[in-house]
């Protein structure tokens, strides 16, 4: 399970959406809650994907932060549709928190990644820090008024391009600054997991197989 702390920060205020669900800690009951609410949430939306419902959706970490969205579907598998939404929101979160460094990242690996993916996520080039949110925040609208595996594959794309851009970071400071070059490692492993939970959850859905 990827520690959400790599893409973490404080909640902004209260929930004002979420009973907390997991007081009794009940394995099951957490798993049955969690499947439960990713299905009608994405059911709800998708039958009538009004813009201002959507907008919120996808805005809802910016307001709230990530810990209702936390409680709900953290600890969900990782091909699963909670598991899938969880890491999507992470995502977001990552690149809201610092689109510069993101933008950076990206063009590093659009350079050198030698693959579709640049083209399969749908980044302009180059793309800076405006246009990566513009991105993450487009392909989170695309879970929920689109074609949900297209959503998944570009969100998993984006993760290989981001993660190739860590990898040669990670090189360029593994002499100078090996702590800076060991936290990119780190968020490129990370990355790359997500890139393939996210492909094989899109897999998933177009068998109409994900839980």
Known sequence: ???????????????ELFD???AAEDPAEVSRIAHS????????VRADPEADVVGRLVAFTDDHGIDDIAE????????????ALWRLYLLQLMIHDD??????????????????????????????????????????RGLFQGDFAVA??????????QASGAT????????TEPERASAFTTRAARLADYAGDLSS???????????
């Open 37 to 44: 609410t990713a299905h009608a949430l994405l059911a709800r």
């Open 168 to 175: 040669h970071w990670a090189d360029d400071y593994e002499v």
């Open 99 to 140: 689109p510069q460094t993101a933008a950076l990242l990206y063009e590093r690996g659009r350079v050198e990644l030698d693959s579709v993916d640049a083209v399969v996520a749908g980044a302009p080039v180059p793309a800076g820090p405006d246009e990566l949110v513009g991105l993450v925040d487009t392909i989170m």
């Open 20 to 22: 907390r669900l997991f």
């Open 152 to 161: 998944l594959e570009r969100a998993a794309a984006f993760c290989r391009v």
């Open 72 to 83: 709900l579907w953290s600890r969900s598998p990782a091909k699963s549709l909670p598991g």
């Open 1 to 15: 399970m990827t520690d959400a702390r790599d893409f973490h920060r404080p909640v902004r205020r209260p929930s």
């Open 201 to 211: 959850c899109a897999a998933l859905w177009r068998r109409d197989a994900l839980n």
